[in-house]
């Protein structure tokens, strides 16, 4: 920059005449700045567009003062690298206070044609001309220099505003860190992550959860991405357990920036990592559902066998003896394994709902029929839903007796229609272990000592092929029951304006 600045002050034909002309006019210029002053700041009263940049009258009683200063050293110099160094920075404060470019023009105009009123007044015609000169040329170079500045660093704000834009607009999360730990950017506040305080300026505790910080080892991490001078990863952060665990990438990068000492990426793979649970989960199904094909056959025709030669064995001997006891235990479990073989093809078996509307509250009274279970119905809204009133049975069905099996002969069980599209099951048994709740419709997980533990995990597989939730609920005191609640939201019945609307429809 000074280079070129040096090439105006040669172009312009700025020499040490220009300054000892410039000198000469001080002592003249000296005594009427604040006049000069004076009359400045009253032309940019009277604009309101160079006006509205100043604070209050207090700022503008101050730049009175810095304007008389600016205009001695004009006058004084000298006009070396130092000079022009104090002048560039004028430039920048413009662009700070918001100041248009064109009023650095008129204002230079001005004070320009106050200093040529003082050197023609009080100087002899030839001294006149030379200092009229020089004063040009000066204020031709401030401007220049003014200018130049103003454009470059108008042209960094006007970047700096774009890169705050994308900054904030990206779908992920991104903090720059100072040297202090403090947050000097950031991408638009996600109320997933971000907490409540979540200001630039504020500490990142301010803009992370605690415990994401903690499981990350963030700090740490940070410093050792400093003393490294290479990026930190931690691929996988988990917080939480069950189907409310958030998983999340976080990558610390060193920066070396006057505004950032640090770059902290967080990525949330909460879906990602679903997606693929879920990807193998559906990869497991398929295995499972073709080895539960294979024991099926190899298992359930030779348990057929001993089966019937059980009840053979059985009606060869005498009600008194002793070995038919020992041989009805036998033929339990066979029966047991055969139910596990049967509840495995029902789990591994892709799940097909043939929708249709269907009254809600035939549906409960069926399911209690077929369940053999002494549950009470209690309807609180007569709805018909949109569901596949077989899978919906089955559900049901199975709710009823493990709530039969939880509460024992003495226990009671209530069906509740409603309100709207949905029904819940309770019970008045010790409800579901605190430790099992977030994995109760998992795969082999079972409260009871006989039970396979796949029922519940085939009744939720029924309910997402129809589109429902089934969930187990928080304990209510308002519940008629202080058991188990299992409920079974579904879709409500839609409009339609004819039978083919939902002829051959398979969720």
């Known amino acids: 920059m000074m280079d070129t600045i040096r090439e105006m002050m040669d172009y312009v034909g700025f020499s040490d005449a ?6 000469a006019l001080l002592p003249f210029a000296d005594p009427v700045l604040p006049v000069i002053a004076e009359r400045f700041y009253d032309a940019i009263d009277r604009s309101p567009g160079a006006r509205r940049v100043f604070v209050n009258d207090a700022q503008i009683e101050r730049l009175k003062v810095s304007m008389q200063r600016w205009l001695r050293q004009l006058l004084e110099g000298p006009w070396d690298t130092a000079y022009w160094e104090r002048r560039r920075s004028i430039g920048r404060t413009h662009v700070r206070v918001g100041l248009p470019e064109r009023y650095m023009f008129t204002a230079m105009n001005l004070l320009r044609a106050e200093l040529v009123d003082i050197a023609r007044k009080n100087l002899k015609d030839d001294r006149a001309w030379v200092t009229c000169h020089a004063v040009a040329r000066v204020c031709d170079l401030e401007l220049a220099v003014m200018c130049s500045t103003f454009m470059g660093a108008h042209e960094d704000q006007r970047l700096r505003t774009l ?12 903090l720059c860190l100072d040297r202090e730990g403090l947050v000097t950017a950031a991408t638009r506040p996600s109320a997933r992550i971000f907490g409540a305080g979540a200001e630039i300026g504020s500490s990142i505790g301010d803009f992370l959860p605690a415990d994401l910080i903690e499981a990350s080892r963030l ?14 990863s931690v691929p996988r952060v988990v917080l939480g ?148 009133a077989q899978l919906v049975t089955q559900i049901l069905v199975n709710l009823l007796q493990n709530a039969r099996d939880a509460v024992g002969a003495q226990g ?48 939720r597989k029924y309910a997402t092929a129809m589109g429902a939730v089934l969930s187990l609920e928080d304990d209510d005191p308002s519940r008629p029951l202080r058991g188990a609640c299992f409920r079974l939201s579904l879709q409500g019945s839609p409009s339609r304006t004819s039978p083919s609307d939902t002829g051959g429809y398979s969720g």
């Open 18 to 23: 220009d300054g000892e002309a410039l000198r």
């Open 163 to 174: 890169q705050d834009v994308i900054i904030r607009s990206l779908p992920i999360t991104v």
């Open 219 to 232: 700090v740490a991490n940070v410093q050792r991405a400093q003393a490294r001078g290479h990026e930190v």
């Open 241 to 388: 357990e069950g189907p409310a665990a958030r998983t999340f990438r976080v990558n610390i990068v060193p920066l070396s920036h006057e505004l950032a000492e640090v770059l902290v990426h967080v990525e949330e793979l909460t879906d990602a990592v679903q997606a693929e649970a879920r990807a193998q989960q559906a990869e497991s199904l398929a295995r499972i559902g073709s080895l539960a094909a294979t024991l099926a056959h190899e298992i359930r025709n030779p348990l057929t066998a001993i089966s019937a030669t059980l009840q053979v064995i059985g009606g060869t001997l005498d009600e008194s003896d002793r070995r038919r006891a020992i041989l009805g235990k036998v033929q339990e479990q066979v029966f047991r394994l055969d139910r596990l073989v049967s509840d495995l093809l029902g789990y591994a078996k892709p799940a097909v709902a043939r929708m249709d509307v269907v009254p809600l509250e035939s549906l409960c009274a069926e399911a209690i029929s077929s369940a053999a279970v002494p549950a009470e119905l209690s309807v609180l809204s007569s709805v018909s839903v949109w569901a596949d």
């Open 412 to 459: 009671q069980v209530i069906m509740v229609v409603g309100p709207g599209p949905q029904v819940e099951v309770i019970d008045s048994g010790a409800g579901v272990p605190a430790s099992q709740r977030a994995r109760i419709f998992d795969a082999f997980v079972t409260t009871k000592i006989r039970g396979t533990g796949l029922g519940l995990a085939i009744c």
